[in-house]
C-alpha cells in the first residue's frame, strides 16, 4: 500500500530554485532509504539524492551536491529536493524512490517504491 507522490515541479528560470516534495503512504520502515531520481529525454535515469529515514545519512551525486539538498520532514512522510542555481540541463523528470534494505544508494535496482514522477523546466 505504499505510494509516493512527487510535486512541486514547473518552469523556472536558469538560477532560480525550487523544491519539490515527495508524500508518502503506507508503511515505509523508518530504516528505509529514500532518494530522488531524475531522467531527461534520451538519457538513462539519474541518481540524485538519498537518505537514510533514521539517521538522516545523506548521499549525493558529484554533479548536483554542491546545489541540491535532500531533506525530510519525519511527521509527514516527506521528503524534499532543494534545488538552487538551475541550469537548463537540469530539465528532466524527477522521481521520488523508496526501499528497504539498500545495498546502493545509487543504485535504482535496489529501490521497489516509485512515485509518478514531476517535470522540472529550466529555461535560459
Known amino acids: 500500500q505504499v505510494q509516493l507522490v512527487e510535486s512541486g515541479g514547473g518552469l523556472v528560470q536558469a538560477g532560480d530554485s525550487l523544491r519539490l516534495s515527495c508524500a508518502s503512504s503506507?508503511?515505509?520502515?523508518?530504516?528505509?532509504?529514500m532518494a530522488w531520481f531524475r531522467r531527461a529525454p534520451g538519457k538513462e535515469r539519474e541518481f540524485l539524492a538519498a537518505i537514510k529515514w533514521i539517521s538522516g545519512t545523506t548521499y549525493y551525486t558529484d554533479s548536483v551536491k554542491e546545489r541540491f539538498t535532500i531533506s525530510r520532514d519525519n511527521a509527514k512522510n516527506t521528503v524534499y529536493l532543494q534545488m538552487s542555481s538551475l541550469k537548463p540541463e537540469d530539465t528532466a523528470v524527477y522521481y521520488c524512490a523508496a526501499g528497504p534494505r539498500v545495498a546502493a544508494p545509487t543504485a535504482s535496482r535496489d529501490y521497489n517504491y516509485w512515485g509518478q514522477g514531476t517535470q522540472v523546466t529550466v529555461s535560459s
Open positions: 503506507g508503511w515505509i520502515f523508518g530504516n528505509y532509504h
